[in-house]
């Protein structure tokens, strides 16, 4: 009998039988059949692709749930605006009425002048420091108060500045009329002079993007001074070109019930899915300063109350009631978006399930079976232990006696 061969057998035999113990005691305590590549490399395999499903449906997820709160806040302003167009539109038809005296529409006109901020004030609604009328400018109120006159401050260079002096090539300077509801964008050309601007814009004034008789000329203060020649017409204007500094409100120049549009037209698209993705931001030009024109409805209803003859009263209330039906129109894409959003909520939370089903299926363990499993490997190893109890203590002596 060769003696020493049974020590290493039986040491390796107390080996598996703990290592058996230990596997069926780890699945137990984590819940899952597969703790290392090693233990099913096929399933370890599918379940790094399944994992990378979960991480993007979770995102997926996250997207839709930030859009839906920010697509119902949007949808909520437009409720509301809606709600005051036809106020607006419902003290129109009354002032319209032959019977009514002056002091009935100086009231009439300040009933719609309270209609107009509160639309405004919707029409910059903000959702999580968002501002979801913006377009893609969602860092700033989309709508700001217009007024007839702004200046230049003093920039790179010392005021005053001349009409030869040379803009910075690249910078965008921009007028946005409250009065036609357009934005003219001036982008500077290597050696283009504020003249060229100058020139540009009285362009835009002669085509009708900016209202008739708005210019840009170089003040007695030697600063850029860009207005218009009217006190009902207001603009709003902004530039990042460091040769004219930025570009202030002249203190007295705003115009009364007169808001410009700062924002821009530009939608981003957010993936909601493999294949899915919608339109984030509501340009807020197209919804209220495009087609009638909703905000310069009421500004013109305004006046046609404080000034204005009947007719002119029922012209400006017909004009407030097309913006009504303007709005409740390109309404309608917002609510479809949302519609599919929620749709798309559902769907992922399906699939979230799905994936967390096949991740169990693929690496998870039955508790009962791994409990009995447990049983049995301890049993195993307890017999294993009780053998080698005998075998090992035993010497080359005990054989020899």
């Known amino acids: 009998m060769r003696v020493t061969n049974m020590i290493p057998d039986m040491q390796y035999a107390m080996q598996q039988s703990q290592q058996a113990v230990a596997a069926a005691l780890k699945q137990l305590s984590t819940g899952l059949r597969v703790n290392k590549p090693s233990d099913d490399p096929a399933a370890s395999a599918q379940m790094v692709t399944s994992l990378a499903n979960s991480a993007n449906v979770d995102q997926y997820t996250s997207n839709v749930n930030s859009l839906l ?25 009354s002032g319209a009425n032959g019977t009514t005296n002056s002091a009935d529409r100086q009231a009439m006109a300040a009933q719609v002048s309270s209609v107009l901020a509160s639309v405004v004030a919707q029409a910059n609604t903000s959702h999580q420091g968002v501002y979801v009328f913006g377009g893609t400018a969602t860092t700033s109120p989309p709508f700001v108060q217009a007024s007839t006159t702004y200046n230049s401050t003093q920039g790179t260079v010392l ?41 540009a814009i009285a362009g835009a004034a002669a085509s009708g993007i900016l209202s008739a008789g ?20 207001g603009i709003a204007v902004s530039t990042n070109d460091p040769v004219l500094g930025p570009m202030n409100a002249a203190s007295g ?42 905000i310069g409805s009421l500004t013109n209803l305004i006046a046609a109350l404080q000034t204005g003859t009947s007719a ?25 978006t949302i519609s599919q959003l929620n749709s798309q909520d559902t ?37 294993t232990m009780a053998a080698a109890a005998k075998v090992l203590p035993q010497t080359l002596l005990d054989y020899l006696k």
Not at 253 to 268: D, E
Not at 356 to 365: A, C, F, K, Y
Request: without cysteine; glycine residues 8%; hydrophobic residues 40%.
């Open 69 to 93: 709160s920010q697509m119902q806040a949007a949808d909520s302003g437009i409720s509301s605006i809606v709600t005051s167009l036809s106020s607006a539109a419902t003290i129109g038809v």
């Open 159 to 199: 005021i005053p500045l001349t009409a030869t002096q040379p803009l910075t090539a690249g910078s965008v300077t921009t007028v946005s009329d409250a009065t036609t509801g357009k934005t003219f964008t001036f982008t500077v050309l290597p050696g283009q002079t504020i003249s060229a601007l100058s020139t």
């Open 214 to 233: 708005t210019t840009a000329t170089i003040n007695v203060n030697g600063q850029l001074s860009i207005g218009t020649n009217s006190g009902t017409a």
């Open 253 to 294: 120049t705003q115009v009364a019930n007169a808001y410009a549009y700062v924002g821009n037209s530009a939608v981003n698209q957010v993936q909601v899915g493999d294949s899915f993705s919608v339109p984030v931001g509501v340009p807020g030009d197209l919804m209220f300063t495009s087609g009638p024109n909703v």
């Open 312 to 336: 002119q009263i029922g012209a400006a209330s017909n004009a407030v009631s097309s913006g009504l039906n303007y709005v409740s129109q390109q309404r309608i894409p917002l609510d479809n």
């Open 347 to 383: 769907f992922l939370s399906q699939e979230t399930l799905t994936l967390t089903s096949q991740q169990s299926t693929l690496v998870g363990v039955n508790i009962a079976n791994a409990a009995t499993n447990l049983s049995q490997a301890e049993l195993e190893n307890n017999a």
